[in-house]
């Protein structure tokens, strides 16, 4: 991996070329991103950001939401998908704030990935985003951009986490994490753009495999894999460059998951 410097310095141009970069999720205050973030598991910052209003405007805070019952919440939250599941958590997380917490969000990580719904991608997004505390959410873009580029490497987001945590000052952790995301959304995608990336110069992805040319790609690849020189086809297929092995966004292995009743996909 690169080292400290590298790793700042690439999030820094990261910054440049995606200025301003925040979630896109639409929130008024911790409350709001909380519910939100549970909502955006499986789904879109878009779709969420269609339901929240109306869901906002009937379930202003933890109180008023304790109260629902999912049979009022899930034809709100259809759209954002594992709907029963998400309306169970979003109940249970509002009625856990309100026993526990005073109806309020609060700014810790044991406490709040002990919510329904709530892991701990979703907890940094929270904490980094409406409470000042620093936080670096991992989510499958920014898992596919730094294995990419090289300034981490695994598939494990909390292995990932703790890398450019340490790589990084606190004031940068969540910005980073801001400017991965945009940038695989936007450049770095699945099938990457990399003659509109900044910071290609110091991408292993793009030296490694783009930059050598499928030609190269299929011959190193013939190499490992033949025998005698001769590589291994089957019946009908047809050379072809290295396909792109991009790091998966599933849980990590042996996560734990809570036990409890009311239960969503964490984030």
Same mark, same amino acid.
């Given at each position: 991996m690169k080292s400290p410097k590298t790793v700042r310095r690439i999030i820094e141009t990261l910054a440049t070329q995606h200025p301003n970069a925040d979630t896109e999720l639409v929130y008024r205050n911790a409350f709001e991103l909380l519910a939100a973030t549970i909502l955006s598991a499986q789904s879109t910052d878009v779709r969420v950001n269609m339901v929240t209003p109306g869901l906002f405007k009937r379930y202003p805070d933890a109180r008023a939401l304790a109260k629902a019952t999912p049979t009022e919440i899930e034809p709100q939250i259809v759209s954002t998908?594992?709907? /029963?599941?998400?309306?169970?958590?979003?109940?249970?997380? #509002?009625?856990?704030?309100? %026993?526990?917490?005073? =109806?309020?969000? +609060? #700014?810790?990580?044991?406490?709040? %990935?002990?919510l329904p719904g709530v892991g701990r991608k979703t907890a940094n997004v929270v904490l980094g985003h409406a409470l000042g505390v620093p936080g670096l959410p991992v989510d499958r873009h920014v898992l596919r951009v730094s294995n990419r580029i090289g300034i981490a490497e695994g598939d494990d987001p909390e292995k990932v986490e703790a890398q450019l945590t340490v790589a990084l000052p606190k004031e940068k952790w969540t910005l980073a994490s801001d400017v991965l995301i945009l940038h695989g959304r936007r450049i770095c995608k699945p099938k990457p753009l990399c003659d509109q990336c900044a910071v290609r110069d110091d991408c292993d992805y793009y030296r490694l495999v783009v930059a050598r040319g499928p030609e190269k790609v299929l011959a190193a690849g013939t190499k *490992? /894999?033949? *025998?005698?020189?001769? +590589? *291994? /086809?089957? +019946? =009908?297929? %047809?050379? *072809?460059?290295a396909e792109e092995h991009g790091a998966k966004a599933a849980d990590p292995p042996g996560a734990k998951h809570d036990a409890r009743k009311v239960r969503a996909p964490r984030r």
């Open positions: 998908g594992f709907f /029963r599941q998400k309306s169970k958590a979003l109940i249970g997380m #509002a009625q856990q704030l309100v %026993t526990e917490h005073g =109806g309020k969000v +609060p #700014a810790d990580m044991d406490l709040l %990935t002990k *490992r /894999r033949g *025998r005698g020189g001769s +590589p *291994r /086809r089957r +019946p =009908g297929a %047809t050379g *072809r460059g």
